[in-house]
């Protein structure tokens, strides 16, 4: 791992800048990228970025910055991404501090601000190495996400082609699929979620692997072919279906053929069962046949203490006596049976018979 500590000028950093959606934002003669393409759009307010200015213009310090040193010998900010922006837009006339613009200022006054000296880290190593330094100076301002540190880790051909799918506001993902996604494409969530369903939750590994292929198609298909799956699947759309873990549905069953109206059926009476205390948890519960999806209604104290008395005490199945906290609460007639969660179907097990009844 190397880091060095660099002065750059601001007159450095605001040669060649530019700002647009073709190349993003970059400056320091086109070898820095300040906001790669599709990157999240956070603009630090006027307030913010004045006192930016007012900090460079009285020639007091301004904190560190972080960059990393790409493959390629270029660099792309790590922290200090709206610092840098607030002084290249006030260097190229884009807004007015004390109500003058940059032009507006006497020649002197703009040479402090030229030669004024920023302290920045380049940092250059192994993926890993990398990963694990700018996880540990993400400590201040607008932290960057695990995704937005991974894409600077494993910056390449790969990540600049899935960026524009997945990363920007209104980008064909969010387009496709946002009444199924939880998050903000700009914070890089749908990104990372639709890695971690194609890598089996190995994102750092596929990164890796995928870095300098020449386009993101494999995941873009994938994820399109995730979505029409939920849609055929479960064609009657409910707000519960937001935020599922589909990916990974999708993975365990996409070749299984379900009969959707019965499903529809199923899923229609869960939802109407006040004992399902999770809702959402009915369409990994309809595909998995596993009830812990469900979050069942527990019995209440009351209840238990109703069906204690009821059985003197006495546990069902072994026939001796405990005292209330040493037993717990059983369906009679199991919830996948039609039993209900009420005091009629309640009865008491000593800790030890209904763990075993409950690994049968």
Known sequence: M?????????RELTNGYQDNDENGVVGFGGKLDIRPPYQREFIYKDKQREAVINTVTKDFPLNV?????????????????????????????????????????????????????????LCSGTDSEKLEWFK????????????????????????????PIFSKRNCP?????????????ERQDYLETVIKWISNDNIEKYMAEK???PNANEIWLYFQSIISWVKATFP???????GIAWGFLYNEFKDKNFDHKKLEVQISQLMQDEDVTNKKGIYEYVLTGKEKFLNIRVFTDNQKREAYERQNGICITCKEHFELSEMEADHITPW???????????????????RRKSGK
């Not at 201040?140 to 990540?159: D, F």
């Open 65 to 121: 910055m972080y960059w990393a040193v790409r493959e390629d010998g270029n660099f792309e900010v790590i922290d200090g991404q709206q610092r840098t922006i607030s002084i290249c837009q006030f260097v190229s006339g884009e807004f007015a501090y004390e109500n003058r613009y940059f032009h507006n200022l006497q020649q002197d006054e703009k040479e402090q601000i030229l030669n004024y000296k920023l302290m920045v880290y």
């Open 236 to 242: 009657k759309y409910r707000k519960e279906m937001k």
């Open 136 to 163: 540990t100076i993400n400590i201040a301002g607008e932290k960057l996400t695990e995704q937005e540190l991974r894409n600077a880790v494993y910056s390449g051909s790969w990540v600049s082609s899935a960026k």
């Open 336 to 354: 996948h049976e039609g039993g209900q969660t009420s005091a009629e179907n309640c009865q008491m097990l000593c800790r030890e018979d209904n």
């Open 211 to 213: 870095q300098h292929q």
């Open 173 to 185: 993902a969010f387009g496709l699929a946002s009444d199924y996604m939880n998050g903000s494409p």
């Open 2 to 10: 190397n880091i060095e500590l660099k002065e750059i000028t601001i």
